[in-house]
């Protein structure tokens, strides 16, 4: 198993939309899946090229009722290739026979490579080797290149090359009911002596989309001109045709340069006119690989984890990074967009941004800080809309909604396709408020990890302010037990959608919102009384509209937030849950292969999980995750209840067994917690189940609609707290590594507050080095604290600490 690479030896048309996902390339403003040139969309294959916050809103007639969905725009395929020898057909798989096929992605390199060897009919053999790069140096650039070698013949070669913009989004099964025609055609035609382009327009968020491309031809090493002839098809598709007269084992090279860029890019005024010019830049493929290969290397000089000892673990770590960087770059800052739950690779839940955040943003605060501040921008320039929400449900602040694209408006689904049953059913999922505590969560750990106080004065302290306006306009006091409750939520769960016996959706005094908006008011005043001088704590609290007597009632909250436990101290998920009825798991596994997805399995049933004590993915474990037990045993205690290490293993035991798993976080959360408690097999367990889910596409039929951004980005941040031990505190980074014997090693490098560590890990050492990120300050760091396996080191900037484990 390489550890770089992630290789195919053979076509295989069942696993080909995976590996498209898999192979995607992107660079943060657009991606494209790894899908072979010489196709269109079918049942195989799925070409799609999706730009970061391009959307676009259709009505759909579903079941008596008109709903609106704002999707992931699928943009014109630049990757239109192919070629046919002499007056035979059109390169077509399936009429010819493969005599071998190998498809590489080049993690190291961010290139997808594929070599091909085919024979036609008349026994003509022909070798077709293709390199793809979208550019980590000029996001706004790609390009392929296709080396032809006839091996035994000589003849004519016609090839074909353009860009088809007559492309729908129909890359999700359960959405092929919706309308799904985006693009209307705007202009087409040519440019300079090799150069075509295509613009399209979306017909109802009114983005224009231009794509450019410009066409290179080499015999050997050497540059040659030939006649290009234009084919348009209506206003839908431009191609270039060309015929190359080639020699038996003779190489011809074809480079296709493609520009694209969009009316809603920030400083174009013409995106038609800079999608021509920047194609017309670049000189050759060679021109854009170089700056792109160099800029992965100085990506992965900050963001590679070394693993020695387990082949799998390494690649799949690496592979998860890779995903991530290449749905948001450093170039997000100059991009209005947020971070998809399911990357740049698909348009599995329409390319939505969801808390899914809350996984990835560790990650990128360690490496990049400054890609999670571009992501949390995203959320603050939608504050407006996300007040508007809560206005319209009666509440204060800003309520940010469970699904969000380009406005910062709900656009969750009113109602969902079960794809067991074939029917459509109401869809409370908009009631997972949680979200904008994941929110306030971000904006916090993002600005103790980076020290970036001009982001928080500026930004951040008025999104958090805002979201604990709303929670505590949300809670209610009980006057009966003179506790508060907070009524109508559906928790990180997902399966219970409403109390049995209650109309409408949603639940009361979900435990983990509960606690989780006790520790969004304490951090907000925290703020406000301690980080803040009067004159600006004023102006803030003017501009927000919060009062003296807001922050007296935030300041009640946090000592009387019901919590609701029972005598043998489980933590109930929410009130009436203990009154539900329990599964018998064992009956169901017995009737079905996988029950990760027991909702859909009791729906199509005629039942419903709001009946049954089961849970989609970690609830109340979700507090042992995003909190540490000092900042839990302090909730508790201010609240009155009782919590320890003995209370969280006893709700481990409980909820555990209760859990279907059926989303990919719920193993990176149980896989922390299991750890935490000293579960050690079933924290590895999870930790390469967590990392199979992906990759093996283990939920079936899920990740080849688009990766899972949540899950990537919690396996990493998960392996670095869990296995190497670090947990970052509000003053210092600790390194308790606690990793299987199996591991050889460990190599990482994480920034924090402006100070890089380098952290070497073997069974019988530690050794970090810290040096200050590089800045025009004159002020010196002197001796850099740590925490190593509980005690504290003094280190030296610049010089290498060891500590013998």
Request: proline content about 3%; glycine content about 6%.
């Amino acid at each position: 198993m390489n550890r770089w690479k992630l290789s195919y030896d053979k076509f295989d048309p069942e696993e080909e939309s995976l590996r498209e996902a898999l192979c995607t390339l992107g660079n943060g403003y657009f991606g494209t899946r790894g899908a072979s040139p010489e196709t269109s969309a079918s049942k195989v294959h799925y070409p799609g090229t999706y730009i970061a916050g391009v959307y676009n809103t259709l009505p759909t007639e579903v079941s008596g009722k008109t709903i609106y969905n704002e999707d992931f725009v699928n943009c014109p395929n630049w990757l239109l290739f192919n070629y046919r020898i002499d007056d035979g057909p059109w390169f077509n798989r399936l009429k010819v026979k493969i005599l071998s096929w190998k498809m590489v992605l080049n993690m190291r390199k961010g290139m997808l490579s594929r070599r091909l060897r085919w024979q036609d009919q008349e026994g003509r053999i022909t070798l077709v080797e293709n390199h793809r790069i979208v550019s980590m140096a000029h996001p706004h650039c790609g390009a392929m290149t296709f080396s032809i070698t006839p091996e035994n013949y000589s003849g004519t070669i016609t090839i074909r090359s353009g860009i088809d913009g007559s492309v729908i989004n129909a890359g999700v099964e359960r959405y092929k009911q919706l309308n799904s025609k985006h693009l209307e055609p705007v202009s087409l035609g040519e440019f300079g002596e090799d150069g075509i382009f295509l613009q399209k327009i979306t017909n109802q968020s009114k983005i224009q989309i231009t794509e450019a491309m410009r066409t290179l031809i080499f015999k050997g090493d050497e540059k040659i001109k030939t006649k290009l002839n234009v084919i348009s098809h209506g206003r839908q598709k431009i191609v270039q045709e060309f015929s190359l007269k080639v020699k038996k084992g003779q190489k011809h090279t074809v480079e296709k340069l493609v520009s694209i860029y969009t009316s809603r890019d920030h400083g174009v005024a013409d995106d038609c006119a800079m999608a021509k010019d920047a194609v017309s830049l670049i000189e050759n493929f060679d021109s854009l690989y170089q700056p792109h290969k160099a800029k992965w290397k100085a990506l992965w000089k900050r963001f590679d984890i070394e693993l020695k000892g387990d082949d799998f673990v390494q690649q799949v770590l690496r592979l998860h990074a890779f995903h991530l960087l290449q749905t948001a770059s450093t170039y997000n800052e100059d991009i209005d967009a947020g971070m998809p739950a399911r990357g740049l690779h698909g348009e599995a839940y329409r390319g939505h941004i969801f808390w899914d955040e809350i996984y990835v943003f560790p990650f990128f605060n360690l490496h990049a800080p400054e890609i999670t501040r571009a992501l949390l921008m995203y959320r603050y320039r939608r504050l407006g809309a996300a007040k508007e929400y809560a206005q319209q449900n009666g509440y204060c602040g800003a309520m940010y909604p469970w699904q969000s694209a380009s406005t910062g408006s709900e656009t969750t689904q009113i109602i969902h396709l079960n794809p067991m049953s074939g029917k459509w059913g109401d869809d409370y999922s908009c009631l997972q408020r949680h979200v904008s505590i994941a929110i306030a969560y971000n904006v916090w750990t993002y600005y103790y990890t980076s020290n970036d106080r001009g982001f928080l004065d500026r930004y951040g302290a008025e999104m958090m302010l805002e979201i604990a306006q709303f929670w505590s306009s949300a809670a209610k006091l009980n006057k009966k037990t003179g506790r508060y409750e907070i009524a109508k939520v559906m928790g990180p769960d997902e399966y219970h959608e409403h109390t049995p016996g209650q109309t409408g959706g949603g639940l009361n005094n979900n435990a983990y919102t509960n606690v989780m908006v006790c520790w969004v008011l304490e951090k907000a005043l925290f703020i406000v009384d301690n980080l803040m001088i009067e004159e600006e704590r004023n102006a803030l609290l003017l501009k927000i509209g919060v009062r003296e007597g807001d922050l007296s009632l935030w300041r009640d909250i946090i000592t009387k937030m019901t919590v609701i436990m029972d005598k043998n101290d489980i933590i109930h998920q929410f009130e009436g849950y203990m009154d539900l009825k329990e599964l018998d798991w064992d009956e169901y596994k017995r009737k079905y292969e996988n029950i990760s997805r027991m909702d859909r399995i009791l729906k199509a049933e005629g039942d419903t999980p709001d009946h049954y004590k089961l849970a989609k993915q970690a609830d109340v474990l979700m507090l042992f995750y995003v909190l540490n037990y000092k900042e839990l045993s302090e909730i508790f205690k201010r609240l009155g209840y009782p919590f320890s290490k003995s209370i969280m293993k006893k709700n481990f035991e409980y909820y555990y067994c209760r859990t279907s798993h059926g989303s990919t976080l719920s193993m990176v959360v149980h896989a922390y917690v299991a750890e935490l408690l000293g579960y050690k097999d079933l924290s590895k367990d999870f930790l390469v189940a967590a990392l199979e889910s992906d990759i093996y596409d283990t939920q079936g039929g899920t990740t080849q609609e688009g990766i899972h951004s949540g899950v990537m980005g919690g396996t990493l941040d998960l392996f670095l707290r869990t296995f190497a031990g670090l947990e970052i505190s509000e003053d210092r980074i600790c390194l308790n590594p606690n990793f299987p014997k199996e591991w050889k090693s460990i190599k990482f490098s994480v920034r924090y507050k402006n100070i890089w560590f380098s952290v070497s890990l073997t069974h019988k050492n530690l050794t970090v080095l810290a040096q200050p990120v590089r800045t025009a300050s004159l002020q010196k760091t002197t001796e850099i604290l740590i925490e190593i396996n509980k005690e504290a080191h003094k280190i030296l900037p610049g010089k290498t600490h060891t500590v013998a484990l």
